[in-house]
């Protein structure tokens, strides 16, 4: 009998609402990591210009300035081996392999999301039976606790009108925190692989450790 696995999706996209940068981990219950992918997307990164917000200011992570700044990271780490460059068909060929190994239970922060920039991609995450979302598990859940609002509001992880973050950033570094440890995680790179592996791998470690898998898919739907 296979254990109980789950395939953690991040994408980080262009202004073709396309996927740049795809990473993916498959993790057990434990949240050992099993196999993982990070890869630029041929004919879409370095073809079109990430996702930018003209509205954002020029210091802020999305503005048109970061994004240049970001075009040179991606490649700076496909250089040092951090990614790998892929086309659409090699990522469903990983994919269709996973599924044929582990025959996870697929998961993504904002799931709808990541679906249909996937879907534009022609990065085919249909193939797996079944899904939840890890945001809305995570809302439900952790994001109706008492303990979470105090720790949002005592570490300044609030919206400009004063409405408690439920990023993805936010929910990991609740979930890190120990009171007998400095300090908080770093933020969230918003790199795909890394934001699934250290960030959404540790909620999702978080929510199995207080309900049942069956639960949690309830929750996420």
Not at 77 to 83: I, T
Not at 143 to 168: P, Q, S, W
Request: proline content about 2%.
């Amino acid at each position: 009998m296979k254990k109980h696995t789950t395939l953690i999706v991040d994408t980080e996209t262009t202004k073709k609402q396309t996927v740049a940068d795809f990473g993916a981990v498959v993790v057990d219950r434990q949240g050992v990591i099993l196999d993982r992918l990070g890869a630029m997307v041929t004919g879409h990164f370095g073809k079109f210009d990430l996702f930018s917000d003209p509205t954002a200011p020029s210091d802020s992570l999305w503005s048109a300035q970061s994004a240049k700044r970001r075009a040179k990271d991606y490649f700076a780490m496909m250089e040092n081996g951090q990614r790998i460059w892929a086309s659409s068909a090699y990522i469903n060929q990983w994919l269709a392999a996973v599924n044929a190994r582990y025959q996870p239970t697929l998961t993504a922060y904002n799931l709808s999301f990541d679906l249909g920039k996937c879907r534009n991609t022609g990065i085919d995450l249909g193939i797996f039976s079944r899904s939840f979302c890890l945001m809305k598990a995570a809302k439900r859940t952790i994001g109706k606790t008492a303990d979470y609002e105090k720790f949002c509001r005592r570490h300044g992880l609030v919206t400009a009108k004063g409405n408690i973050r439920m990023t993805a950033d936010a929910m990991a570094k609740f979930c890190d925190f120990s009171d007998d440890r400095y300090g908080l995680m770093d933020d969230e790179p918003h790199t795909a692989l890394e934001d699934a592996q250290f960030y959404e791998a540790l909620i999702l470690h978080r929510l199995l450790g207080k309900m049942t898998r069956k639960q949690l898919l309830e929750a996420g739907k």
